[in-house]
């Protein structure tokens, strides 16, 4: 039997959540998980999700987006969808992902600096969303793109980072069902230093391409330069899909540690596209990972 995090919750909490969750229900996250293969593994809590985190644009202290992006104004917001489409426009998040079509979707998390997650999203597949803007037969890439608001993020004021924070993907990457545009987790909007109140979710890749906090999306017959690829080519490459045997120059891809697990789980193995490469690994065929990483 497949669970949803909402079975494993206490009734009295459950019933305090928002009315996202009405239009949820098991069936919802049912194929999510079983397509997965996440039977078995434990969410992290929201405590951990919300508390450990990289969001560079209020710091690069694990504990600095908790502490700092409460002030980011995340309403009203708009996300601009422009290029190769035949609607171009700006659109409201309550658009792109409105309450009553948003699924929980439970998806580990793998980031580039070896440690993990797990952690149930509620979003819209981008395919969804891509294919309403009507994306037009020359376009082969999506850039994605965070806010630029150095008043409200202190990260920015820094130039630590070639802001605002980019991130791109190949056009079938970006239209995989597994895609998504996620604005919330655990049944309520997403929290800001999750990147509210929309951000990319690509589980098998690393969690530096899962862009946060997004205001654009740009349909485009190029590839994209993506922030840490032009910050440091030789270590996070454009595709930077989960690869065990793909080291980082500086450490090893082969093991991950699960937040929360403690201080005496052991580290765990990494798979290949962080457990996806059953949907995934088509895209891949023929290409040389090692080389394009
Ligand atoms: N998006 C923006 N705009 N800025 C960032 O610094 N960090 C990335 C990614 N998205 C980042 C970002 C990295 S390195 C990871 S691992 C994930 O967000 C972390 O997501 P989480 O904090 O929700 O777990």
């Known amino acids: 039997m497949k669970l949803t995090w909402s079975d494993v919750t206490p009734r009295s909490v459950y019933l305090n959540r928002r009315a996202v969750l009405a239009g949820l229900g098991a069936v919802a996250a049912a194929p999510a998980l079983a397509a997965t293969g996440l039977a078995g593994e434990t969410l992290n809590s929201l405590e951990e999700i919300t ?36 609607r171009p426009g700006s659109y409201a998040v309550s658009d792109l992902a409105p309450d009553n079509v948003v699924e929980e979707r439970i998806y580990r998390l793998r980031c580039v600096e070896a440690w993990s997650m797990v952690i149930p999203w509620l979003g819209v597949p981008l395919e969804d969303v891509l294919s309403r803007a009507g994306v037009q037969p020359g376009a082969k890439f999506v850039a994605f793109q965070t806010l630029l608001r150095p008043e409200e993020m202190p990260g920015q004021r820094v130039p630590m980072l070639d802001w605002p924070y980019r991130e791109g993907l190949r056009l079938d990457e970006a239209m995989h069902p ?60 454009f595709y930077a899909n989960v690869n065990p045997t793909v080291d980082h120059p500086r450490w090893s891809q082969a093991t991950e540690r699960r937040i929360g697990a403690g201080l005496f789980a052991g580290r765990e193995e990494t798979l290949m596209f962080n457990g996806y490469a059953d949907q995934v690994a088509g895209m891949y065929a023929g290409m040389d990972l090692a080389r394009d990483y």
């Open 51 to 86: 508390n450990y985190n990289n969001f560079y644009e209020f710091g690069t202290g694990k504990e600095d987006p908790a502490r700092h992006a409460g002030g980011l104004t995340t309403e009203p917001w708009t996300v601009k969808i422009d290029g190769l489409v035949d």
């Open 178 to 237: 597994l895609t998504l545009l996620a604005t919330g987790l655990y049944g309520k909007p997403l929290p800001n230093q999750n990147g509210a109140p929309i951000r990319l979710v690509v589980p098998w890749k690393y969690g530096f391409k899962s862009i946060k906090s997004v205001v654009r999306i740009t349909l485009t017959d190029r590839q994209p330069v993506a922030t840490w690829q032009a910050m440091q080519p030789s270590e996070y490459g």
